[in-house]
């Protein structure tokens, strides 16, 4: 009972210091609310640096990341449904990323694989009609798996600053949908313009139809909030086999988004709107009809 009325009172020091600061803009009132959250400037950074190579020092990335903290501070708007948390860490995360490009210190031939990768995994569902497994991959790659995995490797931190980068009119980037689109989520949908919407129905769709481990890992990360240390653990696998699932499934994943914000119809569409496809579709149903009769 005492903790319980402990994170209560917290609480409410926190919604009195909202409240002050909206009222007056008070200056000392403003260092108070971001020394409350500067855990998530932590958080983020503790993320992101699993990622990066020994050269790049996370103190510029925690000084990145304290602007992002600052700003959501003072734009923060305390009359909508949206958690402070929910509202900050995408932003957070999104000055963090803006300083890893402003580095540009990994050469344009990896962002030149990574578009490459996003877009054979896209190509390969339409060609299939499933997603793209692993031996796929290589085989139209022309390439050996081992080559394939270590082609994953190198793009893992292109992909994550790209995901970043934004998709709709506002600028959000997919890291930020993703945070909310998760089975059982409890965020507060932060989008209240259509186009907004329908991109996170469109991320919800494209997530439930990953590949089940792409999708356990993506949930654990980014819902349960595990490190790719601990998922590895969980599923009794390396960590860096963790962060090459996480990449092909970041990349799939953007791949499959951009294209249905495109109006480019999905593997599962394209197999339904193919001609010969719908007819073995057909087929199908009148044999399974014929096993049921008998």
Excluded at 62 to 88: C, H, N, P, W
Excluded at 201 to 229: C, F, Q
Aim: aromatic share 6%; hydrophobic share 35%; with cysteine.
């Amino acid at each position: 009972m005492k903790i319980f009325t402990q994170k209560n009172d917290k609480n409410s020091d926190r919604t009195e210091l909202w409240e002050t600061f909206t009222e007056t803009g008070s200056e000392k009132v403003r260092e108070s609310l971001i020394l409350e959250y500067i855990h998530l400037v932590k958080y983020a950074a503790g993320r992101i640096a699993v990622s990066l190579p020994s050269h790049i020092e996370i103190d510029d990335l925690f000084a990145a990341g304290m602007l992002g903290l600052i700003q959501s501070v003072e734009k923060y708007d305390i009359t909508r449904m949206t958690k402070f948390e929910t509202y900050a860490i995408p932003r957070i995360r999104g000055s963090m990323l803006d300083e890893l490009r402003s580095q540009d210190w990994f050469p344009r031939s990896i962002r030149h694989k990574a578009k490459l990768l996003e877009s054979v995994l896209a190509d390969l569902e339409i060609t299939l009609g499933r997603p793209a497994g692993d031996v796929d991959v290589a085989n139209h790659l022309k390439i050996s798996m081992k080559e394939y995995y270590k082609l994953l490797d190198d793009v893992s931190l292109a992909c994550l600053i790209s995901l970043d980068q934004g998709i709709s009119s506002n600028h959000e980037g997919l890291y930020s949908v993703i945070s909310n689109s998760l089975p059982h989520s409890n965020a507060v949908d932060p989008y209240e313009r259509l186009e907004e919407k329908e991109l996170l129905g469109i991320v919800k769709d494209t997530l439930a139809n990953l590949p089940e481990k792409e999708r356990l890992v993506l949930t654990l990360y980014y819902y349960e909030e595990l490190t790719l240390k601990e998922i590895g653990k969980v599923l009794e696998v390396s960590e860096s086999r963790i962060c090459q699932i996480h990449t092909k499934a970041m990349l799939r994943l953007k791949g499959r988004v951009t294209r249905l914000m495109n109006g480019i119809p999905s593997h599962a569409e394209a197999y339904e709107q193919n001609p010969v496809c719908e007819k073995a579709g057909k087929q199908k149903v009148l044999i399974r009809e014929k096993v049921r009769t008998g």
